[in-house]
């Protein structure tokens, strides 16, 4: 059974860097095809994919964020990691980790996920 | 970046209406499309892959078609437990993409 549990500050003010865990099971990031994402919703809105971490420890990063995400993952490979620096109130969202596959060699879609972790930048 | 334009915003259908929601790309994704059923307060639920193979669990009254550019997300026959927001999704490049979302009531 795959299960992944997203875990965070909840609440952090302007400017710091935000921290999230990903911690899964039923599955290993060591295995060959495996890839894990984040993806961010704030309320009422769409999802934005922020970057995933593959089983070979390659990393891919929306561009439009590149330059403050950073992601890894342990070396048990069951838990992937998100750093945001600089964040602020647009940075307000759900953040969800979610199983990714590499579908068909044709497209890579979202199998699994997490029950996302609600996240607000206040002052 | 390969944007995703989804339409109906919004949509109400009675039970056992057939319901249409539309995806078009801006560019073409050579049928990497999924689409994703979100209910209140959970997590997207993937529906269709590869722009028309059901995911394993999902009810056969869902379908997906397309090509190209233009994508479609049939449901047959309208349940209410087929409330919430839909979305598709790109899968043939990175960044990955998602639509504005779609939202299903019943009449």
């Known amino acids: 059974q795959v299960t992944l549990k997203e875990s965070g500050p909840g609440m952090l003010q302007p400017s710091k860097t935000l921290s999230l865990t990903c911690s899964f099971s039923g599955f290993s990031l060591s295995t060959s095809g495996m890839v894990v994402s984040w993806i961010r919703q704030p309320s009422g809105k769409s999802l934005e994919w922020l970057a995933a971490i593959d089983w070979d420890g390659d990393k891919y990063y929306n561009p439009s964020l590149k330059s403050r995400l950073t992601v890894s993952k342990d070396t048990s490979n069951t838990q992937v990691f998100l750093k945001i620096t600089s964040v602020d109130i647009a940075d307000t969202a759900t953040y969800y980790c979610a199983r990714t596959r590499d579908t068909m060699g044709i497209t890579t879609d979202f199998d699994y996920w997490g029950q996302g972790v609600m996240v607000t930048v206040s002052s | 970046d390969i944007q995703m334009t989804q339409s109906p915003a919004s949509l109400s259908a009675s039970l056992g209406e057939t319901v249409t929601i539309q995806c078009r790309a801006s560019e073409d994704i050579y049928s990497g499309l999924a689409w994703y059923q979100q209910k209140p307060g959970k997590s997207p639920q993937l529906l269709i892959y590869?722009?028309?193979s059901l995911q394993d669990g999902v009810p056969s009254r869902f379908s997906g078609s397309g090509s190209g550019t233009q994508y479609s997300l049939k449901i047959s026959s309208m349940q209410t437990e087929d409330e919430g927001v839909y979305f598709c999704q790109q899968g043939l490049k990175y960044p990955l993409t998602f639509g504005s979302g779609t939202k299903l009531e019943i009449k």
């Open positions: 590869g722009a028309s």
